[in-house]
């Protein structure tokens, strides 16, 4: 087991306990259900990404072994080289994050995750095969491009499922603190806007990592309320549409 998929183990635990104590939505369904639900996704999803995971390794030595990459060109400096490919690669998820809802292709296998009528920790693992086949291809070119090391895409993907674990979470959490967060990371409150059922609503707040990015490029969006926000997508958010043969086929669908 990866140092990350240990963190995300942990850091998953404690929110979905802290959720069910402290919760922001008090849901009438059934959160254990809909966890599994959510689960039996990710194990898919998970799967091919652990198959894929040496094309990412062969991405990390290619570069190493050619000299090439940003950080490879300023290995002088590795604080700055890993303070800097950490920073791009989370510009990277933001554009890769916002392509999905943009193009109309991508679209069909990311709506599987805005699909969730509800919100929680779970939520954030809730990705389509197809979603992952095409982000991890892209992400080997990203690699090379940065030179990145394992390390440094260790101590990345690492904050990475903690935080989107954090802001997909069904967790109360104090205004004061929320809006402190907000300056600089994705705290749930944003994030709950970018899974409102609302299309203005949803292509808004694309940040994996950092809530800046956002500000950056005029996708920035906040509300006044936040209890009111109804999550999914019209056709797509019924029970009968919450299978995991109708989530693994929700791409052949009509958008």
């Given at each position: 087991m990866t140092i990350d998929t240990l963190i995300g183990l942990i850091v998953l635990t404690a929110l979905f306990a802290l959720e069910g104590a402290l919760p922001f939505y008090h849901n009438d369904g059934n959160r254990y259900r809909h966890a599994l639900r959510?689960?039996?996704?990710?194990?898919?999803?998970?799967?091919?990404?652990?198959?894929?995971?040496?094309?990412?390794?062969?991405?990390?030595?290619?570069?190493?072994?050619?000299?090439?990459?940003?950080?490879?060109?300023?290995?002088?400096?590795?604080?700055?080289?890993?303070?800097?490919?950490?920073?791009?690669?989370?510009?990277?998820?933001?554009?890769?994050?916002?392509?999905?809802?943009?193009?109309?292709?991508?679209?069909?296998?990311?709506?599987?995750?805005?699909?969730?009528?509800?919100?929680?920790?779970?939520?954030?693992?809730?990705?389509?095969?197809?979603?992952?086949?095409?982000?991890?291809?892209?992400?080997?070119?990203?690699?090379?491009?940065?030179?990145?090391?394992?390390?440094?895409?260790?101590f990345y993907k690492s904050a990475m499922i903690a935080v989107i674990l954090f802001h997909h979470s069904n967790l109360r959490v104090a205004d004061g603190l929320d809006r402190r967060l907000r300056r600089i990371i994705v705290p749930p409150s944003?994030?709950?806007?970018?899974?409102?059922?609302?299309?203005?609503?949803?292509?808004?707040?694309y940040g994996t990592l950092f809530s800046f990015w956002d500000r950056l490029f005029g996708t920035y969006r906040t509300r006044r309320r936040y209890d009111d926000i109804q999550f999914g997508i019209g056709a797509y958010q019924g029970p009968d549409s919450q299978g995991p043969m109708k989530l693994l086929t929700l791409p052949l669908r009509p958008l």
């Open positions: 959510n689960l039996v996704l990710a194990g898919a999803a998970g799967a091919l990404g652990a198959l894929m995971a040496p094309l990412l390794l062969f991405s990390i030595r290619f570069a190493a072994e050619h000299n090439i990459g940003l950080c490879h060109r300023i290995d002088s400096q590795p604080i700055f080289c890993a303070v800097l490919a950490f920073i791009l690669f989370d510009l990277w998820m933001y554009a890769w994050h916002r392509a999905n809802h943009e193009v109309g292709f991508l679209w069909r296998f990311h709506r599987v995750h805005h699909s969730d009528p509800a919100m929680d920790s779970t939520t954030a693992l809730r990705f389509h095969p197809g979603e992952i086949l095409f982000s991890t291809l892209l992400n080997c070119l990203i690699l090379i491009l940065l030179g990145m090391s394992l390390s440094m895409l260790i944003l994030h709950r806007v970018h899974h409102s059922h609302l299309t203005d609503e949803t292509n808004s707040n």
